[in-house]
């Protein structure tokens, strides 16, 4: 599975941006596509996840802030976010699971730097 993340980029406090991810390969096997963050100095932590089916996942921090959502007739996962905070700024990394054998695939990474 590759994964093609886009979308980062520099944003004052409050704005907002829209992340996107493409999927391609042997995408049978993933369930979940989803988006983590990495700040530096800090470990990767998860910022959001949606099954093929549609559950949603987030973590508490961006809870009515930011919202997932994928398309998977073209394997394209996005990250609506909103009311940024200089907090929310790291490297963010679109993830895929494989269900059969758990393998975790990741994107190249996109940053999002925002401004106070």
């Known amino acids: 599975v590759q994964l093609q993340a886009s979308g980062g980029g520099l944003v004052q406090a409050g704005g907002s941006l829209r992340l996107s991810c493409a999927a391609s390969?042997?995408?049978?096997?993933?369930?979940?596509l989803g988006w983590y963050r990495q700040a530096p100095g800090n470990k990767r932590e998860l910022v959001s996840t949606m099954t093929r089916g549609g559950k949603r996942n987030y973590t508490d921090s961006v809870k009515g802030r930011f919202t997932i959502s994928r398309d998977n007739a073209k394997n394209m996962v996005y990250l609506q976010m909103s009311s940024l905070k200089p907090e929310d700024t790291a490297v963010y990394y679109c993830?895929?699971?494989?269900?059969?054998?758990?393998?975790?695939?990741w994107g190249q990474g996109t940053l999002v730097t925002v401004s106070s």
């Open positions: 993830n895929a699971k494989n269900i059969i054998d758990g393998t975790d695939y």
């Open positions: 390969g042997t995408v049978v096997y993933v369930n979940a």
